[in-house]
């Protein structure tokens, strides 16, 4: 059974910092694609950030751009989100996905196959 899981969320003040993480378990991590998404209360689910398996990544949205950078360590198995500079908005649920194929539109939830339960971010004015 594929299991994902995000850990790292937590209680910030704007202007702080948060390093967000994911794990895959029951697939060869190397092998795969990943995302992080959000969604804040009230709102639909947006694409944060993606990257392949060989490390390369496409633009995130441009309300993170120059804020956040997503990463991954193939030995560790785990994806990365590092939050910088945050502000109120950034405030959600956080969620990691993964599939075989990264596909162009990779900010379009529907293309992923396996996502995690969450981690909440919460960024105080």
């Known amino acids: 059974q594929v299991q994902v899981v995000e850990s790292g969320g937590g209680d910030v003040q704007a202007g702080g910092s948060l390093r967000l993480s994911c794990t895959a378990s029951g697939l060869r991590f190397e092998n795969y694609a990943m995302g992080w998404f959000r969604q804040a209360a009230g709102k639909e689910r947006e694409g944060v950030a993606c990257?392949?398996?060989?490390?390369?990544?496409?633009p995130p949205i441009d309300s993170v751009k120059g804020r956040f950078t997503i990463s991954r360590d193939n030995v560790k198995n785990t994806l990365y989100l590092e939050m910088n500079s945050l502000k109120p908005e950034d405030t959600a649920m956080y969620y990691c996905?993964?599939?075989?194929?990264?596909?162009?539109?990779?900010?379009?939830?529907?293309?992923?196959?396996?996502w995690g339960q969450g981690t909440r971010v919460t960024v105080s004015s």
């Open positions: 990257i392949t398996r060989t490390e390369f990544w496409s």
């Open positions: 996905a993964s599939d075989r194929v990264m596909h162009d539109a990779c900010l379009e939830s529907p293309h992923w196959d396996y």
